[in-house]
Structure formats: structure tokens, C-alpha cells
């Protein structure tokens, strides 16, 4: 049977495969880039299938990461909503996985052209000395965007809880005007105020009883379990 994960236990989840797609992205991309660079030696000395190869099981490994992450996504969407920032929250984990999908497409997009210009121009150094350059310029600029986007997520992150904190001290004062008022009827009416005392001796009575029945089941069931 599928365990059942809580809305908190999900975001946990979605933010690590998060981190560790983004950080796989980066070498993902360096490969592709050292694969490129390893092509502007001679071809006939430097052997570019260890390359090659470890670029395909690293795409596969992304490819599954970016399908668990998609999955978290839509178990997060089926979630109840319980307020503004739980959507953003949601949404924000949408164009993350947006965003990574789209890196990882480039990368591989990349490589293919790469392929298919070595076919094509197998015999030009220049060529490659610009995909090269062009791949490094590339590179530095998905690095940029991603400490844009952490930066951005942090900025969001900070706002939601400054609401919530704003959120919190209005319904603690609202709390306080009403216990104010209950407590001035109470003054004005005892009865009102004796009538509330039998309902807690009631209620603390009832806990008591449903204390000691709890502590009763519990003692059986100990005894179950080590005899």
C-alpha cells in the first residue's frame, strides 16, 4: 500500500530533488563542455567513448529525477488549499521543475547539435574552439540565473513569513478583545460566570476519565505485546 505523505513531508521532498537535479544540471553541463573540449585534440588519441557514455547515464539519472519531481509536483497539487501562500508555494515548485526540464533540454539539445556538427565539420578546429567558448558563456549564465532564481525563492520565502507573523499578532489581538469582553459579561452577569465553571469542572472531569481510560488500554496492550 502507497504511503500517504503529508503536504510538509512533499515540499521536503520536492526541495531535495530539487537541489540535487540543479546540482546534477551543473555537472551535466560541465561534462557536455568537457566533452566538447576533449574533441579539440587530436580524435585519434583521445578516446571519447568513456565520455560519451557517462553523458548518456547521467541524462537517464536526470530524466528519472525530473519524472519522481514531476510526480511530487502533482501529489502536491492534489493537496487541499489552505491559503495563499500553500498556492504560491505550489506554483513556485511548478516553474522550478519548469525551469530544470528547460536546462536539461538545452544541455541535451546541445550535445546532439555537437554530434551532428562533428559529422559535418569533422575536420575544423575552429569550429569547435567557438562551441566551445559559446558553451562556457552559456554555462556562466545558467549559473547566474540559478543564483537569481535562489535568491528570488529566499525574497518569497521571507515575505510569506512576514505575512504569517503579521497574520498571527492580528488574530492574537482579536483573541484578546474577546476574552476582554467575555470577561466583562462575566463580571456582569455571575451566573453566566458560575455556569462556566460547572462546564470546566465538567470538561476537566471528563479528561480525567478519558485519561484513565486511555492509561488503562495502554497498560493492556503493553501487557499483550510482552507476554
Not at 119 to 144: A, P, V
Amino acid at each position: 500500500m502507497a504511503t500517504i505523505l503529508s503536504y510538509t513531508d512533499l515540499r521536503k521532498q520536492a526541495r531535495q530533488l530539487e537541489n540535487e537535479i540543479d546540482l546534477k544540471l551543473v555537472a551535466f553541463s560541465k561534462l557536455e563542455a568537457g566533452i566538447k573540449t576533449s574533441h579539440q585534440n587530436h580524435s585519434d588519441t583521445v578516446p571519447l567513448l568513456s565520455g560519451e557514455d557517462t553523458f548518456e547515464a547521467m541524462s537517464l539519472e536526470i530524466e528519472e529525477l525530473l519524472n519522481k519531481l514531476s510526480l511530487v509536483n502533482e501529489r502536491l497539487a492534489e493537496q487541499p488549499v489552505s491559503g495563499a501562500a500553500m498556492l504560491h508555494t505550489i506554483q513556485r515548485h511548478k516553474e522550478i521543475l519548469a525551469d530544470l526540464s528547460r536546462d536539461f533540454r538545452k544541455t541535451n539539445s546541445q550535445h546532439e547539435s555537437r554530434r551532428e556538427r562533428e559529422d559535418l565539420l569533422r575536420g575544423s578546429d575552429s569550429s569547435f574552439r567557438t562551441d566551445g567558448i559559446n558553451n562556457r558563456r552559456d554555462m556562466y549564465l545558467k549559473e547566474n540565473q540559478h543564483i537569481h532564481n535562489s535568491d528570488h525563492l529566499l525574497n518569497q520565502q521571507i515575505s510569506i513569513a512576514v505575512e504569517t507573523r503579521e497574520h498571527l499578532t492580528t488574530q492574537r489581538q482579536t483573541l484578546k478583545r474577546l476574552q476582554t469582553r467575555f470577561n466583562d459579561i462575566s463580571n456582569k452577569y455571575p451566573i453566566i460566570n458560575s455556569l462556566i465553571n460547572r462546564i470546566n469542572i465538567r470538561k476537566r472531569r471528563d479528561s480525567l476519565i478519558i485519561g484513565l481510560i486511555v492509561a488503562f488500554c495502554t497498560v493492556l496492550m503493553l501487557l499483550y505485546v510482552f507476554n
